[in-house]
Every structure is written in C-alpha cells, then in structure tokens.
C-alpha cells in the first residue's frame, strides 16, 4: 500500500503547530505601549539604584595647594637662610602615599629664634565600596564623625557650636565646671564663682573647651597643678591676658568643620607648645590642617586667637580651591 500521500498530510500540520507555538512564546516576551515587558510582571522598577560617586576623582597636590605669600606668613623665614634654603623650606615635604588619588599630604617646618613652626596639611579622598547601602559623601561623613568623636567635641546640629552638652553648666553660676580638674570635689555651690570663668564664654566657644583641655575665659585663674595641662603656666590672669577660644566645631567651612586646639602642658624648662587642627569635609574629600608653634623658651604661651587665625585662613583658602 502506497502511505505517501498520508505521509504528506501530516507533516504540514505539525509545522503548522510549531508555528503556532513558536509564535505564541514570541508574543509573550513583546512589551505593550508602555514600555512594560508583558512576560516581566516586576519590571524592573524595584531595583536599586546605585548611588552617584564623589564629587571629586582626583586630590591637588599638597605641597602645592597652599598660596606662597599665606606661607610665608605662616612659617616666616630667617635673614641668614639663602635663597635656595627659603625655595626648599616653603617647598615642603611630601608624605609617603600609596595611592596619590586617594590620601596625600605635605609638612613644612621653620626654625627662628623665637621658637619652631610646624605646619601640615593633608587631602583624603573618601570612597564607598557598596554605593547601594551608602554613597562616596555618606561615608565621607562618617569618616568625620569618627574624628569629631576622638576629639570629644559635639556632634554636628542646626545651632552648630551652642548645641555643645558641656556648654549648659556654665550658664549656671552654682555649678562646678567640667573642664577643671582641680576644682572642689563635694562640687558645692560655693566652689563656683571661684572657678565658674573657667569654661569659655560666648556660644561660640562652648563646646571646645573640655576635650582639648584647655582654659576658656579671660578671667580664669592659673590652677595651681600646672601638669594638668588644662591651662598655660602664666603668672596669675590680668586683664592685659588673651582669652584662650578652645577646640569647637566651626561653620562656614565647608560641609562641616571642627577646630581642635591643645596646649602642651607646662614644665619647667619646658615651653608651652600650641598645636590647632581643623578638619573640615567638603564632598567626598577630608581636609587636615596642622599648625603647631613651638616656643623656645619656658613662660611663653602661644595666643589662642593668633594661632587659630592663622590656621582657620589657610583652611578656608583650601576650601575655595577645591570648589573652583
């Protein structure tokens, strides 16, 4: 018997069911006027978005961030160096770094007869290796969380420095100080005015004074333990004394800024040295300013205002620099 014929028949209708199931898959994975994919009920709107990197990619070069003339001002060079010996002075050093795009610094260092000048700044460059939990700017503000915690100033507010915890019991005169060690221990209230100019005064310089151990205000008198450091080994205050301004958090520089200012405590040969740091952020990228004055001899104490002025101006230049 002769089945070709059937043969022939059945054959074109499985290619016609083929194609119909070919073409029904086909239809399935086609997207709607919408956009949306019909065969993708999630469609993709529920994932995350990673967050956008860091302002800045790439660091300045340190040694040369710094303007020339607010050097010189900074770290005044002695008449008997030659030309060649001020070029290398206030061409810095340059810290070792393992990644030039990521942390670098430079230090300078001036010797006169009045004592030694140290100055440092440095650029950390803050990245975020999981950009879905947290961006470059999160984690550089975390960064200077941690620094403004080590330094025992308050956390960053609306009000800024007058939202310091240490500042309230200065507004109360019965109240003993915090940033005097040697005050009474029973902390009556007859010990207060005693020691209740101690603290600095003014909203503005609240905060700063317990963590770095400093004096605050004009009126306070020399503590008789002077290894404390917590106040110069000056003869007893006098109106002609300068008000110590403390370690605070600062506004106006960049995203955020503190000021730390310590001075070493006095010895008998010793001199005071005064050391202010600012660290401000600006984006994704930390900045670092040290300025350290040294003196050479015993019984002088650095100005708090000079030394903190001098700092707070070079920190701001560099502020500028990085939003050109």
Same mark, same amino acid.
């Given at each position: 018997m002769d089945r070709s014929p059937v043969r022939r028949r059945v054959l074109p209708g499985i290619a016609m069911l083929t194609a119909l199931v070919a073409g029904t898959a086909g239809l399935a994975g086609c997207t709607d006027s919408s956009g949306t994919g019909a065969g993708d009920p999630k469609g993709g709107g529920n994932t995350a978005v990673p967050a956008q990197p860091g302002k800045y990619r790439s660091?300045?070069?340190?040694? =040369?961030?710094?303007?020339? =003339?607010r050097l010189r001002a900074m770290l005044p060079a002695v008449d008997s160096l030659t030309t060649e010996q001020r070029d290398q002075l206030y061409a810095g050093t340059a810290e070792a770094s393992y990644d030039g795009d990521r942390h670098v610094g430079c230090r300078w260092n001036a010797q006169t007869p009045e004592g030694t000048l140290l100055?440092?700044?440095?650029?950390?460059?803050?990245?975020?290796? @999981?950009?879905?939990?947290?961006?470059? @700017?999160? =984690?550089?503000?975390?960064?200077y969380v941690r620094r403004l915690t080590d330094a025992h100033l308050p956390f960053p507010g609306p009000t800024g420095p007058t939202a310091s915890p240490t500042a309230s019991p200065t507004a109360?005169?019965?109240?003993?100080?915090?940033?005097?060690?040697?005050? %009474?221990?029973?902390?009556?209230?007859? #010990?207060?005015?005693? #020691?209740?100019?101690?603290?600095?005064?003014?909203?503005?310089?609240? &905060?700063?004074? %317990?963590?770095?151990?400093?004096?605050?205000?004009?009126?306070?008198? !020399?503590?008789?333990?002077?290894?404390? /450091?917590?106040?110069?080994?000056?003869? &007893?205050?006098s109106p002609s004394t300068p008000p110590e301004l403390g370690?605070?958090?600062?506004? /106006?520089?960049?995203?955020?800024?503190?000021?730390?200012? =310590?001075?070493? !405590?006095?010895?008998?040969?010793?001199?005071?040295?005064?050391?202010?740091?600012?660290?401000?952020?600006?984006?994704?990228?930390?900045?670092?300013?040290?300025? %350290?004055?040294? &003196?050479?001899?015993?019984?002088?104490?650095? &100005?708090?205002?000079?030394?903190? @002025?001098?700092?707070?101006?070079?920190?701001?230049?560099?502020?500028?620099?990085?939003?050109?």
């Open positions: 660091l300045p070069q340190p040694c =040369k961030a710094a303007d020339p =003339k100055l440092s700044v440095t650029f950390e460059r803050v990245v975020s290796y @999981d950009r879905a939990t947290a961006s470059d @700017d999160d =984690k550089a503000r975390q960064v109360s005169p019965t109240a003993s100080p915090t940033a005097s060690p040697t005050a %009474s221990p029973t902390g009556g209230p007859t #010990t207060g005015p005693t #020691t209740g100019g101690a603290p600095v005064t003014g909203s503005a310089t609240g &905060p700063g004074a %317990s963590p770095a151990g400093l004096p605050g205000g004009s009126g306070a008198p !020399a503590p008789a333990a002077s290894g404390s /450091g917590s106040a110069p080994a000056s003869a &007893p205050a370690s605070r958090v600062l506004e /106006g520089l960049g995203n955020e800024a503190f000021l730390d200012d =310590k001075l070493a !405590a006095a010895g008998a040969t010793a001199a005071q040295a005064r050391t202010v740091r600012i660290v401000f952020r600006t984006s994704n990228v930390l900045v670092t300013v040290e300025y %350290s004055v040294q &003196p050479s001899g015993p019984g002088t104490v650095p &100005p708090s205002a000079e030394t903190q @002025d001098r700092a707070r101006q070079l920190a701001q230049a560099l502020a500028e620099r990085f939003n050109q």
